[in-house]
C-alpha cells in the first residue's frame, strides 16, 4: 500500500489556499482593529474569537452536511467553490473599511469573509480523508500540512514585502494577492480532481477500509466506550494545544512591536523561519509517524513546542536567535498537526468523515474562542509578557490529556519485501 503523492498534492490545494487567508487574517486584522479603529486588547481579542464563534457552528454543520451530499461534482466540491467565491468577493471590502476608516463596513465584510470561510473548510479538510486510505492518512495529511504551510508562507511574505512602514499602510495589495492565490488554487484543485470518480476507485481498491469500520459497532449507533474515551481525551489535547498556539500567533505582531519594537510587516520574519521548518519537516515527521506511531510523535511535538514558548519568554529584547526558537515551533507543530486529524477520523466510520472532522474543528475553535479574550486580557491588564509563560502552561496540560489516548494509532503494512521501499506512487 502506497500513498499517491501526486493526488495528495493536488488535494492540498485547498487547504493552501484556506492557510493562507488565515494569516493574513491573523496578522494583519488585529493591526487594523488596533491602529485605524483604536481598541483595546481585550476588545480585539473578542472580535477576533468571532470566527471562532462561528466556527464552532458552522464546521461541524457544513462538515456533517457534506457527509451527506451527492452531486456529479462529489461531496465536497461544490463547497469548496462556492465557499472560495464568496470568501474572495467580501474579503477585498476589508482594507476598503480601513482605509475609509468605516467600522460598520469592515464589521459587516469581516462577518461576511468569516461566514463564506466556514461553509467550506471541513469540506476540503474531508477531502483528503475522502480520498486516502486510513493506514495512509498520516502521510498524506503531512502533505496537506506542507501545502498549507506554502499557503502561510506566502501569505507572510506578501505582508513583508506589501505593508509599509508605516503608521496607517494600505492593506488592499496584500489582501489583493491573497485572494488571488486562493481562486487559482481552487481553479487547479477542480481542474485536477475528479472527487465522485476517485472516492468509488478508492472504496472499490480498497475494503479493508470498511472491515475497520465494522470494529466499531452497529454504522448509526455510538462508538464503543473505549473508542469515545479515546476521542474525549483527543479532542481535550486538540483545545488545549490550541489554546497555547492561537493565543503566540494572534498576539505574535502586537507583541514584537510592543516588547521588542519591531515596526511594519517585519515582525512576519520569524513566523516565516516556524513556516519554513514546518515545510522541511512535514513529509519526515509523517515518515516518523508510521515507524513510530501518531501518539508518540504528537508528544515529541508537545515537548518541542512547550520548550519553544519557555525559550522564547526569555527573550527580553529582539535577537535573531529568536528565529531558532520558532524553527522548533514549527518543528513541533508539524508533528502534532501531521498526526492528531488523522487520529480523530482513524476513529470515525467512512460515511461520518465531514461529521469527525467537524468535531476536530470544533475543538480547535472553541480553543481560539478562548484564547484570544483571556490571553488578551492578561496582554491588558498584566503584561505582553505573560504570553509566553501563558502558552507553556496550556502545552503541557495537552501533554497529560495526550497521555490518555489509546486509540486512533494506525500505522501502515509492513511491506512483504526491501525491494518495495523503492516503489514511488505515480
Known sequence: MKLNYKRTFLIGFAFLSISAFWQLYDSIVPLILKNTFKMGETITGAIMSIDNILALFLLPLFGAWSDRVDTRFGKRMPFIVLGTVAAVIFMMLIPLADNTVNFPLFFIALGMTLLAMGTYRSPAVALMPDLTPKPLRSKANAVINLMGAVGYIFALMAIRLLVK????????????????LMVVSVAILVAAIREKKLAARIAEEYPEDEEADKGKGSSTGPLPRDVRKSLVFLLASIFLWFTAYNAVTTAYSRYAGEVWGLRGGSFADSLMIAGAAAIVSYIPIGMIASAIGRKKTIIIGILMMSASYFCGFLFVKYSPLIN????????????????????????SRSGDVGKYTGYYYTFSMAAQVFTPIFSGFLLEKISYRTLFPYAVVFSLLSLCTMLMVKHGD?????????????DVAD
Open 324 to 347: 531558532v526558537v520558532f524553527a522548533f515551533t514549527g518543528f513541533g507543530w508539524s508533528a502534532i498537526n501531521v498526526n492528531s486529524y488523522p487520529m480523530v477520523v482513524e476513529m
Open 165 to 180: 512602514k508605516d503608521a496607517n499602510p494600505d492593506y488592499t495589495a496584500v489582501f489583493a494577492v491573497v485572494a488571488f
Open 410 to 422: 494506525s500505522r501502515p503494512p509492513r511491506r512483504k519485501s526491501r525491494l518495495e521501499e523503492f
